[in-house]
């Protein structure tokens, strides 16, 4: 529980009519201004009366389900399904899709669930399912065994695990303004959104669930709370996360292009990245001239591993202007993005694991907007940036799905009509 939020002791009716915004239907007959895709979808499908065709589509996409903050720790598997009692008696479960989702609550959490769990875990006491409850595109299903048998039949037939990963996801509703540096700050983590099939566009941020969100940072990053969150959002906002030798490679052909013209020669960049360290040795607390090489085998060694980090960057630069991720003559000046990307994805998925406030939540966005701006021109350039980052961390010069995965993204950022990068300018006006 942090500053900004007091604690709520149970999730009841009174406390949905609270947190859930007004989904009001038009009253004029003209169309509905759904949140996403899918619920313009669902909209479109209860006026046809498809209930069928809406069970195929939520099969596909998966559900939430409120669980009170107080179950987190066994919500994964063990909690109930929050259910309201109807006029005749009969009980009714409550479930929704991501896009009409509220803005995070200190009571309550999201939890995804597919179709197939749903139909496996709903409780004999249940009567039916209710899917975005009090919106336009609301729908009721029967839980009788015959339907929940159709409702796993769908799973089975429609859903795939990683079937929404690798598409721009667009939030119409409740996004920030125009042109503001939070906007700009959440288009940083375009990247890491497409890949996952997440809006880009949203600071109301549930993402995977929370269970998964908090199992996601802890499996890959190693947050375990607050504090661990607290500490790493700072790191990447910094750029301390990647290894301080890539941009110090990056850097020395910066410098030997000013005093020698664009097209520097490799050998000279290493020549540069070679003379540049073994005088920072100096400059640092080391010998009181440069150790000349086979004098200190430990700094001849990452002498070695710096200079052969130059043909690793041209190698993979010539690939990025094949594949055209870079201009014919275009090169990658700094892989400040791969640390400023994860970071704007850092701060949402800190509030889906709610160790972060929305308020830390919007600061972090700012301040991951103000470093891509200071360091880059161009969206185009900070991809750049992103992808060699990306490839320096995973790939190994395989050029295999970390690479091919992030050079899709990359194409699709900067040719779809929804793309941030299409829509966002990258510099202030």
């Not at 799973?155 to 125009?178: F, I, K, Q, S």
């Not at 701060?347 to 972060?356: F, I, K, V």
Request: hydrophobic fraction near 35%.
């Amino acid at each position: 529980m942090h500053d900004d939020e007091q604690p709520v002791s149970e999730y009841d009716d009174e406390l949905h009519d609270e947190i859930f915004p007004d989904f009001p239907a038009p009253v004029d007959g003209s169309p509905w201004q759904a949140p996403a895709d899918l619920e313009e979808h669902l909209y479109e499908l209860c006026r046809a009366e498809d209930a069928y065709g809406y069970l195929r589509a939520i099969a596909v996409e998966g559900l939430y389900r409120p669980v009170p903050a107080t179950e987190t720790q066994r919500a994964d598997s063990h909690s109930e399904l929050f259910t309201v009692d109807l006029p005749d008696g009969r009980k009714a479960a409550q479930v929704y899709t991501a896009g009409v989702l509220p803005r995070p609550h200190p009571a309550v959490v999201y939890e995804y669930v597919t179709l197939d769990s749903l139909a496996l875990g709903c409780p004999d006491d249940v009567d039916f399912l209710v899917v975005n409850a009090a919106t336009p595109c609301q729908q009721f299903y029967l839980t009788t065994d015959d339907e929940r048998e159709v409702w796993s039949d769908l799973h089975h037939t429609y859903h795939r695990a990683d079937g929404l990963a690798h598409r721009v996801d667009t939030r119409r509703t409740r996004t920030p303004e125009a042109g503001s540096p939070l906007l700009h700050g959440l288009a940083c983590g375009a990247h890491l959104c497409f890949t996952n099939g997440d809006a880009w566009n949203t600071v109301d941020w549930h993402g995977a669930g929370h269970h998964n969100e908090v199992g996601r940072l802890e499996e890959w990053w190693g947050v375990r709370d607050r504090d661990d969150w607290l500490s790493l959002q700072e790191r990447l906002l910094t750029r301390e996360v990647s290894p301080w030798h890539w941009d110090f490679v990056l850097d020395a052909r910066t410098a030997s292009a000013r005093r020698h013209g664009p097209r520097v020669d490799p050998e000279l960049w290493r020549d540069r990245v070679e003379a540049t360290l073994r005088h920072r040795m100096v400059e640092t607390g080391g010998p009181d001239e440069p150790h000349r090489p086979g004098e200190d085998a430990e700094l001849d060694q990452l002498v070695a591993h710096l200079r052969g980090l130059v043909g690793k960057v041209l190698r993979y630069e010539a690939r990025f202007r094949a594949d055209g991720l870079l201009p014919p003559d275009g090169h990658v000046g700094t892989v400040a993005a791969w640390d400023i990307g994860r970071a704007s994805k850092m701060a949402r998925w800190g509030r889906g694991a709610r160790y972060a406030t929305h308020a830390e939540l919007v600061k972090a966005l700012e301040r991951a907007s103000e470093a891509a701006r200071s360091t880059y021109t161009s969206w185009e350039s900070f991809s750049a940036g992103y992808v060699l980052g990306r490839c320096l961390h995973f790939d190994e010069e395989s050029f295999g799905s970390w690479y091919t995965d992030v050079l899709r993204a990359h194409r699709a950022l900067t040719t779809d009509p929804d793309s941030p990068w299409l829509t966002v300018p990258f510099l202030e006006s």
